[in-house]
């Protein structure tokens, strides 16, 4: 005789095998036909959607409040990247805390690991970084500079006109795993560039008041915004990339700011807030926090959307007009 107990366990268990059966089957169904692409960081998510539209099936891996240098990985992840036709990436080994090891792990003859570079070499490979002018390479191959950053800086996302170039190279990459659609993706290329590079122009003209206005950074990842904005980054609160501030490095950069007037402190947001709030006092600078990918912070989901953030947190910290 069963008891009521055990008619609500055995109701139980055929539930949980009834959940796990849908979820099994959802995913494909879902991606009947569909591209399986996962792109690391949710910029990427977002692009590769526009891109991809009804065609793509996008998964992201960071969501995007992490550093990106210490990113975790998760079983899910592995998932992920076992199932993926495509993979979408920023590269220059900005990935190195989670992506090879990931990539070894799944298994994908389609996102092959290269042994030697670390880097993904198989035909669903989709790297971000093909084409960019690099900020910062190393001249020697030295590890005495800080090790996070062998490739030269490898943020190139946080440069606005950067989009565009990404843009393309992922809707290059969809046409070239399913040729059938390429004029689909030509399309939605089309549709978002129309879309995007008009805002690039306006935060461009708004960035005209930053011009020559000095600051910090926290970490060494802000070459592609002082680029885009003109701020001139004259130091960082990190000693190299990846090694924490001392009190010497902390004396000598009050100093500095108060000698050369740097009134703007940029903490991106995973760094701590009090070295940068104790810097402030010090010398009476402002302090905007951004995000070095979208959704790392609030209503920053969208690479146009992170960028517009970003852009407004610097004019706003500086005293300048917002967007
Ligand atoms: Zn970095």
């Known amino acids: 005789m069963i008891t009521f107990k055990e008619k609500v366990m055995k109701n139980k268990i055929f539930r949980l095998a009834l959940i796990l059966l849908l979820a099994g089957w959802a995913p494909l169904a879902q991606a009947a036909g ?3 692409v996962v792109a690391t960081v949710p910029d990427l998510v977002d692009i590769t959607r526009r891109i ?6 996008v998964q992201g891996l960071a969501r995007g409040p992490e550093d990106i240098h210490q990113v975790v990985m998760k079983p899910s992840f592995v998932t992920r990247l076992n199932k993926a036709d495509a993979v979408v990436y920023l590269g220059l080994s900005v990935e190195h805390s989670f992506l090879p090891g990931l990539l070894e792990v799944a298994r994908n003859p389609k996102a092959r690991r290269n042994a030697d570079t670390f880097g993904c070499l198989g035909p669903g490979c989709i790297d971000c970084s093909e084409g960019v002018n690099v900020m910062e390479k190393p001249e020697t191959l030295s590890r005495a500079e800080g090790e996070l950053h062998p490739q030269g800086n490898p943020h190139y996302n946080l440069d606005p006109q950067e989009g565009p170039r990404m843009a ?4 290059a990459g969809l046409a070239r795993l399913d040729p059938e659609h390429a004029a689909d993706y030509e399309r939605n290329l089309k549709a978002y560039l129309s879309e995007l590079e008009p805002r690039i122009a306006e935060w461009k003209r708004l ?22 904005t003109g701020i001139d980054f004259v130091d960082t609160v990190e000693l190299k990339p990846g090694i924490a501030p001392t009190p010497t490095h902390l004396e000598q950069l009050v100093k500095k700011m108060k000698g050369q007037g740097v009134k703007l402190i940029v903490r ?8 940068c709030e104790w810097l402030a006092e010090k010398t ?4 905007a926090v951004i995000g070095t990918m979208a959704n790392a912070l609030p209503d920053s989901e969208t690479f146009e959307k992170f960028s517009e953030r970003n852009l407004k947190a610097l004019l706003e910290a500086a005293g300048k007009r917002g967007p």
């Open 207 to 228: 960035a005209a008041a930053l011009h020559g206005f000095k600051a910090v950074s926290f970490h060494k990842d802000v070459a592609y915004l002082g680029r885009f």
């Open 52 to 57: 991809g539209a009804d065609l793509a099936e």
């Open 168 to 171: 393309r190279l992922i809707a």
């Open 268 to 275: 991106e947001q995973q760094y701590d807030a009090k070295v």
């Open 284 to 287: 009476g600078a402002g302090i």
């Open 34 to 36: 569909k591209l399986r």
